[in-house]
């Protein structure tokens, strides 16, 4: 328990705002210094003072004994009895003053305190500090003329010496609370200055967490904190920056979203059209001819008959081939981009030329393949709608670690800048996207008359199962497809 309550004791002084934590500092550094400083002050001060106080009493008892030397010696104690009482009724600190004769019998006494037996028979030469239930005495003892004439014992108590210590003690007390109020302010102005900037960061950091990243930290000094208001505003511009690029980013994925939606209803819709009104009205002609003809006309039916069913064919093979070409899954990406090129060329003013480089019996990942062929759909739909080109080529470079697309054309060019958000901008993102999910990239070079150049490199992993097996036929089946 005890360990249990130190610990939250520890955690709820942690816990403390910095300038109370400073505060706090301050007060124990000063309280600790006034402390020990206290100490040693009157430590040395009354070690002054009773230094200065025993001296003085030696002193005082030289001369007293110097004045007592002529009284002493013919046998006047009425003016040794004068002299002392004088001495005691001028000095207030006098605790006793007794004058012993030659043999040692008191001749004389004066002060406050009684002559005690023990008193009376001391005899030495000597300056000493005795204590007593009423305060401190400072004893000091002279012979007179050697202790020929007599003896002198003369105490003075420690009054002005307590008096001085006191008033010392008042003026170091006054003084250390004026020091002690003066540091806890300066301590105080410390704790503002520090705190004032990490209550400005802090703020500023809640800011950023609710989302305001226009939010930047005042930088008021070039210390640690300035310098980490500083980090903390690359920070911030750092965390904007790419909160508007990941905005930016969604704002394109939703569009895309929407146009590849919309793609796929268009699609379904121009399939269903040409279902009903090409393979739909074919079938149904088909029909009415078989119900309607006579016996006489069975060879001209079925000559009309094999026409009609070979434009279904090849309706229908059409139709496959815009929805997925079979070559891909077949014969690889090489064949079925050869293809889909020879197609265009067949009904397009753009003249277009394909090439391949590399090894073409190596089969690729069929994710790779089929994301690159999508990716060369879209770039030739670009050149065929938007460039205005001439001429456009088609080059697939076949590597052992990476595989490269490039496709080119002489068109007008444009502005990547200033390209909008319209279908162009859309087709462009929506190859990025594909290159992205195969792990590669899509760059493009472009300028306003200069054409269009798209490349797009994807890396490829070391060789799979899938990857490295060879196309069985491969010779043929290649020579065929092309």
């Not at 070409?325 to 003013?349: C, E, F, K, M, W």
């Not at 490039?406 to 200033?418: K, Y």
């Not at 269009?452 to 490199?457: I, K, L, N, Q, Y």
Request: negative net charge; glycine residues 8%.
């Amino acid at each position: 328990m005890k360990r249990g309550g130190l610990r939250r004791a520890g955690l709820a002084l942690l816990s403390l705002p910095v300038y109370l934590k400073i505060l706090g500092i301050g007060a124990l550094v000063a309280g600790l210094f006034g402390t020990v400083a206290g100490y040693r002050f009157h430590y040395s001060a009354a070690e002054n003072l009773y230094g200065s106080l025993r001296s003085h009493v030696r002193a005082v008892s030289a001369l007293l004994a110097e004045r007592l030397t002529r009284p002493l010696v013919v046998d006047d104690l009425t003016e040794v009895q004068r002299t002392i009482q004088e001495l005691a009724d001028r000095m207030p600190e006098v605790a006793y003053i007794l004058v012993k004769d030659a043999e040692g019998r008191v001749a004389a006494s004066a002060g406050p305190a009684p002559v005690t037996e023990e008193l009376a028979l001391r005899q030495e030469d000597s300056v000493r500090v005795l204590t007593y239930e009423d305060g401190v005495v400072v004893e000091a003892q002279e012979h007179v003329l050697e202790g020929k004439a007599g003896h002198l014992v003369l105490g003075m108590r420690d009054t002005h010496v307590l008096e001085a210590l006191a008033s010392m003690k008042r003026t170091f007390n006054w003084t250390l609370a004026a020091c002690i109020l003066l540091g806890q302010g300066l301590a105080l102005g410390l704790a503002w200055l520090v705190t004032r900037p990490i209550l400005h960061l802090m703020e500023t950091s809640d800011a950023l967490a609710r989302g305001d990243y226009r939010k930047r930290a005042r930088v008021f000094s070039r210390d640690e904190i300035g310098r980490l208001a500083e980090a903390f505003n690359r920070m911030a511009e750092s965390i904007q920056s790419y909160a508007q690029e990941v905005d930016e980013k969604e704002r394109v994925r939703r569009d895309l979203l929407d146009r590849i939606v919309g793609s796929q209803e268009e699609e379904r819709r121009r399939i269903a059209l040409e279902l009903h009104d090409n393979l739909g009205q074919s079938l149904s002609l088909i029909l009415m001819q078989v119900r309607s003809c006579r016996d006489s006309e069975l060879p001209e039916l079925q000559h009309r008959l094999e026409d009609l069913i070979g434009t279904l064919i090849s309706d229908v093979r059409r139709m496959a081939f815009a929805l997925r070409p079979s070559v891909l899954d077949d014969y690889g990406l090489d064949v079925a981009l050869r293809q889909y090129v020879d197609a265009i060329n067949a009904d397009s003013t753009v003249s277009f030329d394909f090439h391949v480089s590399g090894d073409c019996s190596r089969r690729l990942p069929r994710g790779v393949e089929l994301s690159l062929y999508r990716i060369a759909q879209e770039a030739l739909s670009n050149v065929l709608r938007h460039s205005g080109a001439s001429n456009a080529s088609v080059l697939l470079m076949l590597e052992e670690d990476r595989v490269t697309l490039l496709v080119e054309d002489d068109g007008r060019g444009f502005d990547l800048s200033q390209s909008g958000h319209g279908r162009q901008t859309l087709g462009i993102a929506g190859m990025r996207e594909r290159a992205a999910l195969s792990g590669g990239r899509l760059d493009l070079d472009t300028s306003p008359g200069h054409g269009t150049v798209v490349r797009v490199s994807v890396p490829l992993k070391a060789k799979s199962p899938e990857q490295g097996e060879r196309r069985e036929g491969s010779d043929d089946s290649t020579a065929s497809g092309r």
